[in-house]
């Protein structure tokens, strides 16, 4: 079965971290920029961020600058996203998805061939 599966949410504290993970079972990532979206409830879906094929190109959304890290290790199939410094604003099911043939990160409007099936990640004292 080709499918995304995240892992590592859970439940924080305000200032804390944690690493999601990505794993692609069925295919590899190879050939695929991989991004991460969140949605918060009664919000829309966001672009968090996304790596390139090659991993030389990330891009970030504004509110976690600095405090998100995406990386790539293809001979483990996987992406992951180091989340730091974490908010309440953090709160939110985190997606991973692949986008075909991604070798720049220019934005996050484009067309996926795979979904994970979402991992909740809260952040509360």
């Known amino acids: 079965q080709l499918q995304l599966v995240e892992s590592g949410g859970g439940l924080v504290q305000p200032g804390g971290s944690l690493r999601l993970s990505c794993a692609a079972s069925?295919?590899?990532?190879?050939?695929?920029?991989i991004v991460w979206f969140r949605q918060a409830p009664g919000k829309e879906r966001e672009g968090v961020s996304c790596i390139s094929i090659s991993g030389g190109s990330t891009i970030y959304a504004d509110s976690v600058k600095g405090r998100f890290t995406i990386s790539r290790d293809n001979a483990k199939n996987t992406v992951y996203l180091q989340m730091n410094s974490l908010k309440p604003e953090d709160t939110a099911v985190y997606y991973c998805?692949?986008?075909?043939?991604?070798?720049?990160?220019?934005?996050?409007?484009?067309?996926?061939?795979?979904w994970g099936q979402g991992i909740q990640v809260t952040v509360s004292s």
């Open positions: 998805a692949a986008r075909p043939k991604g070798y720049y990160c220019s934005g996050y409007n484009y067309e996926y061939s795979y």
């Open positions: 069925g295919f590899t990532l190879d050939y695929y920029a």
